[in-house]
């Protein structure tokens, strides 16, 4: 069981940039297809981007984020830039087990494992 923890949140200015760094434990990373969600508060979680299992596969909803996996130290990381007020929300790693190796999924449900969380705050 792989545990994820997130990091790299804070406040930043309207067009700015920050990287978020999820570090998995328990297990490595390329055994999952991993992904970024957010939610804002007072609305539904979101799917950002997401990575394949074989790394060869990635995905984004907004072209302003950019997903990368770190095999030797075991990290996704998210790279957003352009950074808008309405991007402010709680940013959540997580991990998908089952699905095939070169795929990735949009649905939360479909996602076993998940991080705590990390505050991303844009001041307009």
């Known amino acids: 069981q792989v545990r994820l923890v997130e990091s790299g949140g804070g406040l930043v200015q309207a067009g700015g940039s920050l990287r978020l760094s999820c570090a998995a434990s328990?297990?490595?990373?390329?055994?999952?297809?991993m992904a970024w969600f957010r939610q804002a508060r007072g609305k539904e979680r979101e799917f950002l981007a997401a990575i394949s299992r074989n790394g060869r596969t990635t995905d984004h909803t907004d072209s302003r984020f950019t997903i990368s996996r770190d095999y030797t130290k075991n990290t996704v990381s998210l790279q957003m830039n352009s950074l808008k007020p309405e991007d402010t929300a709680v940013y959540y790693c997580a991990a998908d087990a089952t699905v095939y190796s070169g795929l990735v999924r949009q649905t939360q449900e479909a996602y076993d494992y998940w991080g705590q969380g990390t505050q991303v705050t844009v001041s307009s």
């Open positions: 328990g297990d490595t990373v390329s055994s999952y297809a």
